[in-house]
């Protein structure tokens, strides 16, 4: 796959380390890799509003695809975790997706 190629492109490996640290300085409480079937459940849940937690498409990159989950429900207040699959395991039509710049988790 070659990013040249892409109408809008993925987010650089940087450009995850970079928002994987600012998490990291705001209480995030870890890097989780998911299953396919866990990832896309989680992602379902950005078109929800809630009150006590969120969900939000971070970004790609090449090879995989980022989530950052937000819950208060923490028992020493809000955290933050970022959820993340290879894109290998993702559904070709999901992974078509984020390759042109979308996503199909729009609000």
Same mark, same amino acid.
């Given at each position: 796959?070659?990013? /040249?190629?892409? /109408?809008? %492109? #993925?987010?650089?490996?940087?450009?995850?380390?970079?928002?994987?640290?600012?998490?990291?300085?705001? +209480?995030?409480? +870890? #890097? $989780? &890799?998911?299953?396919?079937? $866990?990832?896309?459940? &989680? =992602?379902?849940?950005?078109? $929800?509003?809630? *009150?006590?937690?969120?969900?939000?498409?971070? +970004?790609?990159? $090449? !090879?995989? =695809?980022?989530?950052?989950?937000? !819950?208060?429900? =923490?028992?020493?207040?809000?955290?933050? /975790?970022?959820? @993340?699959?290879?894109?290998?395991?993702?559904?070709?039509?999901?992974?078509?997706?984020?390759? *042109?710049?979308?996503? %199909? @988790?729009?609000?």
């Amino acid at each position: 796959m070659n990013v /040249k190629h892409m /109408k809008r %492109p #993925l987010l650089s490996l940087h450009g995850v380390a970079l928002t994987g640290w600012l998490l990291g300085m705001t +209480g995030c409480s +870890g #890097l $989780e &890799q998911m299953s396919a079937d $866990e990832f896309l459940a &989680q =992602a379902e849940q950005i078109a $929800e509003l809630h *009150s006590v937690h969120s969900t939000r498409f971070i +970004g790609a990159t $090449e !090879t995989a =695809a980022y989530l950052e989950y937000w !819950t208060a429900k =923490a028992p020493s207040g809000s955290r933050k /975790k970022v959820f @993340w699959i290879p894109l290998s395991e993702l559904p070709a039509d999901v992974v078509a997706q984020l390759e *042109s710049g979308s996503h %199909p @988790w729009q609000r």
